[in-house]
């Protein structure tokens, strides 16, 4: 568990955690009561498992049950083939929480990063009432992972992790998503989900190697956080800007209507890029933004899947 003093509390507080919990909880009863499943929960599975519908087949991996061999496209293939089933009883899932300085900014009702760890807490707590296997990777000063755990006090640490109080400074920032994602293709089993929850600043059409040898072995989600102050600049006057990566300070005006314009259409094309990007390597993509409701955002995402 991370300390801090009261100048630099932690995002999340334990009190807010534990109602968090609470609220997971309670939707997810309310939910198999009125389904009837022993399992449904607020976000039903968006993984393939090991159930009994066939879902897809992909090419067979060591350790693969030879039972689930695609006989038929195996012989047509020439290649050993293995069938994928919709999950009936559960999924591993694997949380990766990026907090890279850009993810501490806010114009409303809270950081982009108590977002992402709120995010974060609520799908822990909904695959934990599911009985599924919860692990993760908080992504800061360095990379911090932690081994799947079926109870709550297994998943408390990488919630707290993601719920750290804010770095003092950026200048110890070494890692960020992209340099992490080789290192998350050894780390995953295969057929687990895995969600990414970041603003994405740092992914680029460079990266799509990577990302697709991620979907290769696991379905893998993407969780943008947004704050509105990026997607419209608003005439506020005469702004001093301070960036966690330089130290210069420029000036910018607001009232400048080219200027706001600009913008806008620059951070528009910036989102369609990440939007293009993500579906040509088979990452599905939400948004959640951090002045809205974050549970009923989550819930409307995963309706739409």
Known sequence: MTLS????????????LEALQWLVVEKWQRNRHKTGAPHAGPFASFFRGQGMEIHDSRPYQAGDDIRHLDWRATARSGRAVSKVFLDERGRNLFLVVDRHPGMFFGTRKELKATCAARCAAILAFSALAARERVAGAVIGDGVQY????????????????????????????????????PSLAQRIEAGADLCLISDFHNLEDSH??????????????????????????????????????????????????????????????????????????GVTLATVDNHRDTLAQLEAAHAGH
């Open 5 to 16: 003093t009261a100048s630099n509390p932690p995002l999340l507080s334990t009190t807010e």
């Open 146 to 181: 932690f081994p799947p755990a079926g109870a709550v006090g297994g998943v408390l640490p990488l919630l707290h992790a993601a719920a750290a109080p804010a770095p003092a400074s950026a200048e110890a920032q070494a890692s960020s998503l992209p340099a992490v994602l």
């Open 208 to 281: 799509a190697p990577l990302l697709q040898i991620l979907t290769q072995g696991c379905a893998t989600h993407a969780l943008l956080i947004r704050d509105p102050g990026e997607e419209t600049l608003e005439d506020t006057g005469t702004l001093r800007l301070y960036s966690p990566y330089s130290s210069a300070t420029p000036t910018v005006d607001t009232g400048n209507r080219h200027l706001r314009e600009c913008f806008h259409a620059a951070m528009a094309n910036r989102n369609q890029a990440l939007k293009k990007l993500l579906a040509r390597c």
